[in-house]
């Protein structure tokens, strides 16, 4: 189970770093950080190398004793870091693949909110209903509630605010 | 299926709108325009705050699109892999971003080398319902504002600074000079 989900700008400051509530969150903040170095290396890497190797998932960055630490970047340079338990064998590469790939998605309709700020801290109200494994993060949209992973529109939504439509996400 | 018309007749609305109150200086207005109107003399009233409302409004739409470029600069690239280098951006432009948004792709890109870029349209959507030749010529460069900040958001979002500017020779072919800012 994914423990600490960090979203970081272009910049390298955190947009959004959420960690499981039940430790130490300060040490995941510094896992985090120190990544960031790791996840430079590995994008200049990829610059010097051959024409076909260009992917965004980054793959495993660094393993320590108890966590391994996942990295992914987009094409905008934002770059998604997680840090997963290592007691967890189960966990397999196209899972953390499609953990990033969702985080993606989530990522884009944040900067597709007309009431977001490219460059201010995502606000998200709190989550962390545990579904099979990752924690679920939602992200608050002014009027309507969109669970990542599940059906977008569905689920009431707290303030009462009648249900609007699904914006459209292409022109 | 609709979703052309709907993006035109948007930005029609768009540009009306703020154009809708340069031709008349009556009462009302935003509080900047009333004061200015009580500054400036009668003689000068039309042309200096004229003038400078039409640059807030180019400025207003220009800022739009930049935002909305921001946004499909994060969107449309999703599935495609990193760019090598800034050529690649501009076909990405070129071909993607034209596509999404006026369903053709651009006809010409032209570039010095040295970070100046020349898109080419010739047959522009926003541009081609308006006329054909030289008529409305100094009609078109509001028209052209949302899209030059639309190109300035997608390549800010991609990680190039640049200063996009769009010139018209005669409609509906126009040009959109992208100049890379070196920092």
């Known amino acids: 189970m994914a423990v600490c989900v960090a979203v970081i700008a272009k910049e390298n400051y955190p947009l959004y770093i959420r960690s499981a509530p039940t430790e130490n969150e300060l040490k995941f903040h510094y896992m985090v950080h120190t990544s960031l170095d790791v996840v430079d290396e590995k994008i200049s890497a990829m610059g010097k190398a051959l024409v076909d190797q260009r992917e965004l998932y980054l793959g495993l960055l660094y393993p320590t004793e108890d966590y391994k630490v996942y990295g992914y970047v987009t094409n905008s340079k934002v770059k998604f870091v997680m840090v997963v338990d290592s007691s967890n064998t189960a966990l397999r590469d196209n899972e953390i693949r499609s953990m990033f790939r969702k985080l993606h998605n989530s990522y884009t309709d944040v900067m597709c909110n007309p009431f977001y700020n490219p460059g201010d801290r995502i606000q998200s109200s709190g989550s962390d209903a545990a579904e099979p494994g990752f924690p679920v993060i939602t992200t608050w949209i002014p009027t309507c509630e969109k669970r990542m992973g599940g059906r977008p529109g569905h689920g009431p939504c707290p303030l009462g605010f009648p249900r609007m439509p699904r914006p459209l996400t292409a022109w | ?183």
Not at chain 2, 3 to 17: G, S, T
């Open chain 2, 1 to 183: 299926m609709a979703d052309a018309a709907l993006f035109e007749f948007l930005h029609m609305e768009m540009v009306a709108e703020l154009w809708a109150h340069h031709s008349d200086p009556g009462p009302g207005g935003t509080p900047l325009l009333t004061l200015l109107r009580q500054i400036f003399s009668r003689e000068h009233r039309t042309s200096l705050y004229a003038v400078l409302g039409q640059k807030m409004s180019l400025s207003v739409l220009e800022g739009m699109g930049f935002r909305v470029g921001q946004a499909l600069g994060e969107r449309l690239p999703q599935e495609t892999l990193a760019f090598r280098e800034e050529l690649d951006v501009l076909k990405f432009l070129c071909k993607d971003l034209w596509v999404a948004v006026f369903h053709k792709q651009m006809d010409s890109l032209r570039t010095n080398h040295q970070g100046t870029y020349v898109l080419q349209d010739n047959s522009f959507p926003l541009l081609i319902r308006m006329a054909s030749g030289p008529q409305y010529l100094e009609e078109a460069p509001k028209f052209l504002a949302f899209t030059c900040g639309l190109l300035r958001g997608t390549l800010s979002t991609l990680g190039i600074k640049s200063l996009v500017t769009a010139s018209v020779a005669s409609l509906p072919t126009c040009k959109f000079q992208v100049v890379i800012q070196k920092t």
